[in-house]
């Protein structure tokens, strides 16, 4: 008796587009990785030649001022030359994102010279088990992720208003409301982006430039998270240089 089971055509295709959306997503995280690891290095080099190369303290203010601010503006720049290339879907934007994750490591290279680096440790130890969460509730969630999306823009707006109520009162509790809602917002951001991109991959449709827009995104998504993680930790051990 012959128990070989064969797919129907429909089937293979089905099957197909599966292994090509994990191999997708697989990717996706790992061009992330990548940026990330660029944005480190860039950091720490930055950082170390900022330290030990400038003569005296006035010379060391001036040139880190112009770096951030030079990279902040540069930034803003590129997050709409990102978008603008990928929409017109004529060029890659493998060359924009690479030049924003430098651009992006200039900005952070402040934190390895006036913050202890076991806080920038355990910040990058916290949002790594943080993304890895939201990855896991997006993937394995059935439901629709897009009402989170709405919520979080609801906890943006309504942080705007909360700061600036709290111009007057002045209240650390509220602040620190602000605060948790603000990070709260990004976590949901994170989880939607990580959800519809997982949607996309499973059409079996993606693209080398989708697939480095996608870790793009996630790239930036970590990069916010791990910012506010510092921050939290630093006001909680105060640990700065």
């Not at 010379?59 to 978008?83: C, D």
């Not at 990004?186 to 990580?194: A, G, K, S, V, W």
Request: glycine content about 8%; overall charge positive; proline content about 2%.
């Amino acid at each position: 008796m012959n128990n070989q089971i064969y797919e129907t055509p429909e089937q293979e295709v089905v099957g197909q587009k599966a292994r090509s959306g994990n191999l997708s997503f697989a990717k996706i995280f790992f061009y992330m990785f990548l940026g990330l690891a660029l944005t480190t290095g860039v950091a720490f080099g930055v950082g170390a030649i900022l330290a030990y190369k400038c003569p005296d303290l006035e010379t060391f203010r001036n040139v880190y001022l112009g770096l951030m601010i030079g990279s902040a503006v540069a930034l803003i720049i590129m997050t709409f030359v990102i978008n603008l290339v990928f929409l017109r879907g004529r060029h890659s934007i493998l060359v924009p994102a690479i030049i924003y994750c430098v651009l992006m490591g200039v900005l952070l290279s402040s934190f390895p010279i006036f913050i202890d680096w076991k806080i920038l440790g355990m910040a990058f130890g916290i949002t790594s088990g943080i993304f890895l969460l939201l990855t896991l509730i997006a993937v394995i969630s059935k439901g629709n992720m897009s009402p989170l999306l709405m919520l979080a823009f609801g906890l943006f707006m309504g942080s705007g208003i909360l700061i600036l109520v709290n111009l007057l009162m002045r209240s650390s509790t509220l602040y620190w409301v602000i605060s948790f809602a603000i990070f709260a917002a990004m976590m949901f951001i994170t989880i939607f982006d990580i959800w519809n991109i997982k949607k996309i991959t499973e059409r079996g449709e993606m693209s080398t430039n989708l697939e480095l827009y996608c870790a793009f995104t996630l790239y930036v998504d970590f990069i916010y998270i791990l910012i506010r993680i510092i921050y939290f930790l630093i006001l909680i051990y105060g640990k700065s240089k």
